[in-house]
């Protein structure tokens, strides 16, 4: 009886492991946070299974047909639309769920894609401790979420929709006043439109104005330290 947590692609359908390929392959049915996108994903992969829908919004009812079939022997694959479920997809909620049933139940990570990860990797910031904050709040806690940023020393690593980008950007300047730390913001990691800005806030803000196609798909924030004060002595 095992649950596999399987990380998928985050946009190039070639960044899938060869274990996530076969553990997907070899259970007996899959948890998809969409059905649709998992479906593609499968079909591009010539791999025909059971899927049923596991989200946020999943009642207790789906939950007790989970652990009826992990109690009757099956292994059961958790995949979310993008990247590692359980960062930031659901996934944490459900294990925490099952593990109170069956307590034997083994969870097995597949290790892949994570958004988060692949900017903080060509971030060129230190990553030996980096906080990772997820999205900011749309509106109640936002204020907090950026003075919170101003008041972190370390690289900070968090998502943000196109919608809020370059209201996001301007925030770092007047609610975080980190207008003087260096930022990378990546935009559609791994895919066709792949484009990695470098900069202030300031900086970042203009490039990403110059043209509304800039403002599309999906991007990560990566913050980098507080620059040192320079010593004046010799
Ligand atoms: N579990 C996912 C992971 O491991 O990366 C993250 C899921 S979170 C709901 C989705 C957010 O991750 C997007 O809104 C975006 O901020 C970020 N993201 C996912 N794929 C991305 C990509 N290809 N390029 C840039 N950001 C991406």
Known sequence: MKLYIVATPIGNLADITLRAVNTLANV???????????????????IRKELMAY?????????????????????????????????NDPGNYLIGQLLKELPELQVVPIPGPNAAAAALSVSGFPSDRFYFLGFPPHKKGRQTFFKDIGETEGTVVFYESKHRILKCLKELKTVAQIGERPILVCRELTKQFETFYRGTAYDIEMALQKNKNNLLGEFVVVIGPKPKKQSLKA
């Open 55 to 87: 989200h946020a919004h999943s009642r207790p009812k789906e939950i007790e047909k989970i652990i009826n079939f992990l109690r009757s022997g099956k292994n059961i694959a958790l995949v979310s639309d993008a990247g590692t479920p359980g960062v």
């Open 28 to 46: 007996e049915l899959i948890l998809a946070e969409d059905t649709r996108v998992t479906r593609t994903l499968l079909e591009h992969l010539n």
